[in-house]
T-cell receptor
Framework: GENVEQHPSTLSVQEGDSAVIKCTYS??????FPWYKQELGKRPQLIID?????GEKKDQRIAVTLNKTAKHFSLHITETQPEDSAVYFC?????????????FGKGTLLTVNP | ETGVTQTPRHLVMGMTNKKSLKCEQH?????MYWYKQSAKKPLELMFV???????ENNSVPSRFSPECPNSSHLFLHLHTLQPEDSALYLC????????????FGPGTRLTVT
């Protein structure tokens, strides 16, 4: 089955700096890659996603890039703010028609210091 | 209430108890999921229901028994659990057309003593 590796497990940045979280996946047939944000004590929520026919997608201060050849994708947050502090999870869809089966990475705890 | 709701929010149970977790979605979705979230582990998919039919059982022990009476309600029946089953149990829903766009409930924090 699919295996998703996520790095780093923790990331601390100063307010205003950029943050990058990287993920790799194993199943070359995976075609959908969402990112979820989970604030402390709250539920995970989708913040951005990318499909395999696109190399990059942006939404205000966040962007995601995908390299299908290398099977890795990354989340980029620019001009970080304290409210960006949370755990971020990457995920990849399954193959073989099981496109509802998301495999998640272990998460990255991002801390933005004011 | 809108979105995805779960009850109870916290549950402490002994290993010989039987309890049930409840999930309800008010989004008109047709797929529902149970996920387990443990410390320092990825979100683990347990069960998937599409149009009330179970389409995925991710090698979950039989002490966890799901039930989906309709596309808006999902239960997780628990019996003879182990301490290592202590975790946050998250329910989620989605449209079949957008299976990766999950809407999560707030979760039930389960402690098995």
């Amino acid at each position: 089955g699919e295996n998703v590796e996520q790095h780093p497990s923790t990331l601390s940045v100063q307010e205003g700096d950029s943050a990058v979280i990287k993920c790799t996946y194993s199943d070359s047939a995976s075609n959908y890659f969402p990112w979820y944000k989970q604030e402390l004590g709250k539920r995970p929520q989708l913040i951005i996603d990318i499909r395999s026919n696109v190399g990059e997608k942006k939404d205000q201060r966040i962007a995601v890039t995908l390299n299908k050849t290398a099977k890795h994708f990354s989340l980029h947050i620019t001009e970080t703010q304290p409210e960006d502090s949370a755990v971020y999870f990457c995920a990849a869809s399954g193959s073989g028609g099981s496109n509802y089966k998301l495999t998640f990475g272990k998460g990255t705890l991002l801390t933005v210091n004011p | 209430e809108t979105g995805v709701t779960q009850t109870p929010r916290h549950l402490v149970m002994g290993m010989t108890n039987k309890k049930s977790l409840k999930c309800e979605q008010h989004l008109g979705h047709n797929a529902m999921y149970w996920y387990k979230q443990s410390a320092k582990k990825p979100l683990e998919l347990m069960f998937v229901y599409n149009f009330k039919e179970q389409t995925e059982n991710n090698s979950v022990p039989s002490r966890f028994s799901p039930e989906c009476p309709n596309s808006s309600h999902l239960f997780l029946h628990l019996h003879t659990l182990q301490p290592e089953d202590s975790a946050l149990y998250l329910c989620a829903s989605s449209h079949m057309a957008e299976p990766g766009l999950l809407y999560f409930g707030p979760g039930t924090r389960l402690t098995v003593t």
